[in-house]
C-alpha cells in the first residue's frame, strides 16, 4: 500500500522591488508492509519538493505521522538540516518524534521566518545566528512590522539592503526602530533637506540609529543650527551624509562649545560654515584629545597660536589628520631642508599639502630631481612653492618640455621664478607665449631676451595692458583665434 501526504508551507522571496509570499509544497511518500500496514524504517522514502526558484532553505521539514514497526504508537518522522562546523556543510538527520500540532505550527512558523531573512539577503547561517540571539524576528508581527520600513526604503530608491545590514549588525536597533515606528518621516525628512539616494545610504550606513530618532527634537533643531552658523542650504546633504552623527548631537553639550573654540583661536565667523562644509568631521572630534594636541605641535614648531584660525581657514581637515601621520610629514619636509621659517610658512601658507600621502610627496620630490635640479635646488622651489609636490608627474614634465622645447629656455630658469611650476599650462603659460612671440615677430617687442617673470608672472590686468593692447589683432592671437599668424608656435 502507497500513501502520499502533502504540506505547503509560506516562503519569502524578493521579486520586482518587494518580498513577495509564495507557498512550496512538500510531498511525503511512503510504503506500508502489506502484511503489518506499518511503515518501515529502511523502506520509507522522503521526497521534497520545492517551487522552482525557491531561495530559502528548510531548517526543520513539517512531521508526518506514521507507525513504527516496533510499536503501533504513531510517531512523528522529521527531517532536519544542521551544519556541521567540521565537514563545513549541513547534513540532513531523520528521526521520529512526538509533538504537538502546536510545536509543528512552531516550526513551520521557523521555517517561513528563515525564508524571510534569506530573501532579505542574509546568509543562511548569518540568518540562523540572528534567530537564536533574537528570537523576536521568528515572530510573523516582526515580518508584517518590517514591510513597511521596508516599502518606505524602497520610495526613496535605497532598496532593502540597509534593513540587511542593520539585522546582521544590530537586531536589536532594528527592535527599535520598529518599536518607534518613526523611519517614515525621518526618510522624507532628510529628502526633503536635499539629501539624495547615495547620500542618505551613507546616512544609513553610518548611522542607522537616526530612524529611532525624534523629528521635531533631533532632526529639525540639527538642520536649523546648521544653516545658522552658515551651511548652506544646497550643502546640506553633503554635510549630513558626511557627518550623519550630528543628527543625535545635543548642540549645546557636544557643538557649541567646539565652535566656541575655533573662534577663540582665530577663526572667523563668517569662516565657520566654509569650513564645517568643506571637512563637517571636524567637529565630531574631540578638543582635548585630538585638536589640541596637534595645535602643541605646531606651536613647537614655531607656529604662533595666532595663526592657527588662518590653518583652519585654508585646510580644515588638518585636525582630523593623525597626529603621527603629521609627524611624518614634518620629517619629511625637514629631511629635503625645509627647516625653521620655511616649514612655518608651508604649515600657514600651503597647510593642504599636509593632506598628500608621503608616497605622492616622494614621488613629486623625484620627479623634479629627474628633470635636473639638484636637492638643494628643488629645496629652493618648494621654499617658494611647496604645492608643486602635489601636481601629477604628466602635469609637471608637460610645463618644463614646453619652457625646454617650444619657448627655447634652460629648465633651471624657473629657479629665478619658481612660480612657474604653479601656472596653468593651457590656460596661461602657452596663451602668454603665444602673444609675446606674435609681438616680437611684427615688431611691436624689441629683439631681445624677456625674463620669465615679464612673460607668465603680472596679474592678467596688467598682462592685457602692458602688451595684449599693442595692437588689435594681439587679442586674437591671445585668445588662439589666431594662433597660426606669421607662423607663430605653442
Same mark, same amino acid.
Given at each position: 500500500?502507497?500513501? %502520499?501526504?502533502?504540506?505547503?508551507?509560506?516562503?519569502?522571496?524578493?521579486?520586482?522591488?518587494?518580498?513577495?509570499?509564495?507557498?512550496?509544497?512538500?510531498?511525503?511518500?511512503?510504503?506500508?508492509?502489506?502484511? &503489518?500496514?506499518?511503515?518501515?524504517?529502511?523502506?520509507?522514502?522522503?521526497?521534497?519538493?520545492?517551487?522552482?526558484?525557491?531561495?530559502?532553505?528548510?531548517?526543520?521539514?513539517?512531521?508526518?505521522?506514521?507507525?513504527?514497526?516496533?510499536?503501533?504508537?504513531?510517531?512523528?518522522?522529521?527531517?532536519?538540516?544542521?551544519?556541521?562546523?567540521?565537514?563545513?556543510?549541513?547534513?540532513?538527520?531523520? &528521526?521520529?518524534?512526538?509533538?504537538?500540532?502546536?510545536?509543528?505550527?512552531?516550526?513551520?512558523?521557523?521555517?517561513?521566518?528563515?525564508?524571510?531573512?534569506?530573501?532579505?539577503?542574509?546568509?543562511?547561517?548569518?540568518?540562523?545566528?540572528?534567530?537564536?540571539?533574537?528570537?523576536?524576528?521568528?515572530?510573523?508581527?516582526?515580518?508584517?512590522?518590517?514591510?513597511?520600513?521596508?516599502?518606505?526604503?524602497?520610495?526613496?530608491?535605497?532598496?532593502?539592503?540597509?534593513?540587511?545590514?542593520?539585522?546582521?549588525?544590530?537586531?536589536?536597533?532594528?527592535?527599535? =526602530?520598529?518599536?518607534?515606528?518613526?523611519?517614515?518621516?525621518?526618510?522624507?525628512? !532628510?529628502?526633503?533637506?536635499?539629501? +539624495?539616494?547615495?547620500?542618505?545610504?551613507?546616512?544609513?550606513?553610518?548611522?542607522?540609529?537616526?530612524?529611532?530618532?525624534?523629528?521635531?527634537?533631533?532632526?529639525?533643531?540639527?538642520?536649523?543650527?546648521?544653516?545658522?552658523?552658515?551651511?548652506?542650504?544646497?550643502?546640506?546633504?553633503?554635510?549630513? &551624509?558626511?557627518?550623519?552623527?550630528?543628527?543625535?548631537?545635543?548642540?549645546?553639550?557636544?557643538?557649541?562649545?567646539?565652535? #566656541?573654540?575655533?573662534?577663540?583661536?582665530?577663526?572667523?565667523?563668517?569662516?565657520?560654515?566654509?569650513?564645517? +562644509?568643506?571637512?563637517?568631521?571636524?567637529?565630531?572630534?574631540?578638543?582635548?584629545?585630538?585638536?589640541?594636541?596637534?595645535?602643541?605641535?605646531?606651536?613647537?614648531?614655531?607656529?604662533?597660536?595666532?595663526?592657527?584660525?588662518?590653518?583652519?581657514?585654508?585646510?580644515?581637515?588638518?585636525?582630523? +589628520?593623525?597626529?603621527?601621520?603629521?609627524?611624518?610629514?614634518?620629517?619629511?619636509?625637514?629631511?629635503?631642508?625645509?627647516?625653521?621659517?620655511?616649514?612655518?610658512?608651508?604649515?600657514?601658507?600651503?597647510?593642504?599639502?599636509?593632506?598628500? @600621502?608621503?608616497?605622492?610627496?616622494?614621488?613629486?620630490?623625484?620627479?623634479?630631481?629627474?628633470?635636473?635640479?639638484?636637492?638643494?635646488?628643488?629645496?629652493? =622651489? %618648494?621654499?617658494?612653492?611647496?604645492?608643486?609636490?602635489?601636481?601629477?608627474?604628466?602635469?609637471?614634465? #608637460?610645463?618644463?618640455?614646453?619652457?625646454?622645447?617650444?619657448?627655447?629656455?634652460?629648465?633651471?630658469?624657473?629657479?629665478?621664478?619658481? @612660480?612657474?611650476?604653479?601656472?596653468? !599650462?593651457?590656460?596661461?603659460?602657452?596663451? /602668454?607665449?603665444?602673444?609675446? &612671440?606674435?609681438?616680437?615677430?611684427?615688431?611691436?617687442?624689441?629683439? /631681445?631676451?624677456?625674463?620669465?617673470?615679464?612673460?607668465?608672472?603680472?596679474?592678467?590686468?596688467?598682462?592685457?595692458?602692458?602688451?595684449?593692447?599693442?595692437?588689435?589683432?594681439?587679442?586674437?592671437?591671445?585668445?588662439?583665434?589666431?594662433?597660426?599668424?606669421?607662423?607663430? @608656435?605653442?
Amino acid at each position: 500500500m502507497s500513501l %502520499l501526504a502533502n504540506k505547503r508551507s509560506v516562503h519569502w522571496r524578493w521579486k520586482s522591488g518587494s518580498l513577495q509570499k509564495f507557498h512550496s509544497q512538500f510531498a511525503y511518500g511512503f510504503h506500508a508492509d502489506p502484511q &503489518s500496514g506499518c511503515v518501515s524504517g529502511h523502506n520509507f522514502v522522503c521526497t521534497l519538493v520545492f517551487a522552482l526558484g525557491c531561495p530559502s532553505v528548510v531548517n526543520a521539514a513539517p512531521h508526518l505521522p506514521i507507525c513504527s514497526r516496533y510499536s503501533s504508537t504513531p510517531r512523528l518522522f522529521s527531517l532536519q538540516r544542521i551544519w556541521s562546523k567540521s565537514l563545513g556543510r549541513f547534513n540532513h538527520n531523520f &528521526s521520529l518524534l512526538a509533538i504537538s500540532d502546536a510545536e509543528h505550527d512552531a516550526a513551520t512558523d521557523r521555517e517561513a521566518s528563515l525564508s524571510f531573512l534569506i530573501a532579505l539577503g542574509l546568509k543562511e547561517e548569518r540568518a540562523l545566528k540572528v534567530t537564536q540571539t533574537y528570537p523576536e524576528v521568528l515572530l510573523r508581527t516582526f515580518q508584517e512590522n518590517l514591510m513597511p520600513l521596508l516599502q518606505a526604503l524602497e520610495s526613496t530608491g535605497v532598496g532593502k539592503q540597509p534593513v540587511c545590514r542593520i539585522l546582521e549588525r544590530n537586531p536589536s536597533l532594528m527592535m527599535r =526602530i520598529l518599536e518607534r515606528n518613526l523611519f517614515e518621516e525621518n526618510l522624507e525628512y !532628510l529628502i526633503e533637506c536635499g539629501l +539624495t539616494k547615495g547620500q542618505l545610504e551613507r546616512v544609513l550606513r553610518i548611522y542607522p540609529q537616526f530612524l529611532t530618532l525624534s523629528k521635531e527634537l533631533n532632526l529639525e533643531p540639527t538642520v536649523a543650527f546648521l544653516l545658522k552658523i552658515g551651511i548652506l542650504k544646497g550643502k546640506l546633504g553633503k554635510v549630513i &551624509s558626511l557627518s550623519p552623527y550630528y543628527l543625535g548631537y545635543r548642540h549645546e553639550i557636544t557643538l557649541v562649545p567646539k565652535l #566656541q573654540f575655533l573662534l577663540s583661536v582665530g577663526v572667523k565667523k563668517e569662516h565657520l560654515g566654509k569650513i564645517i +562644509t568643506e571637512q563637517p568631521s571636524i567637529l565630531c572630534h574631540s578638543i582635548t584629545e585630538n585638536i589640541t594636541p596637534k595645535m602643541n605641535f605646531m606651536e613647537k614648531l614655531g607656529v604662533e597660536r595666532k595663526r592657527i584660525g588662518e590653518i583652519i581657514t585654508r585646510y580644515p581637515a588638518i585636525f582630523t +589628520t593623525n597626529i603621527e601621520t603629521l609627524k611624518q610629514k614634518v620629517e619629511f619636509f625637514e629631511n629635503k631642508g625645509l627647516v625653521g621659517k620655511e616649514l612655518v610658512n608651508l604649515f600657514t601658507l600651503h597647510p593642504d599639502i599636509l593632506g598628500r @600621502s608621503l608616497d605622492s610627496l616622494e614621488a613629486g620630490y623625484e620627479v623634479l630631481k629627474s628633470i635636473g635640479f639638484s636637492g638643494s635646488e628643488v629645496c629652493d =622651489i %618648494l621654499k617658494g612653492h611647496p604645492t608643486v609636490l602635489s601636481c601629477t608627474e604628466s602635469t609637471v614634465r #608637460q610645463k618644463f618640455d614646453f619652457l625646454v622645447n617650444i619657448m627655447n629656455r634652460p629648465a633651471k630658469e624657473v629657479l629665478k621664478f619658481t @612660480s612657474f611650476v604653479t601656472y596653468s !599650462l593651457e590656460g596661461r603659460i602657452k596663451p /602668454r607665449h603665444r602673444v609675446f &612671440s606674435w609681438l616680437v615677430s611684427q615688431g611691436l617687442l624689441p629683439q /631681445r631676451e624677456y625674463a620669465l617673470r615679464t612673460i607668465i608672472g603680472g596679474s592678467e590686468k596688467y598682462f592685457r595692458k602692458r602688451f595684449v593692447n599693442l595692437h588689435p589683432l594681439a587679442a586674437s592671437v591671445y585668445e588662439g583665434e589666431q594662433g597660426d599668424i606669421q607662423g607663430v @608656435s605653442g
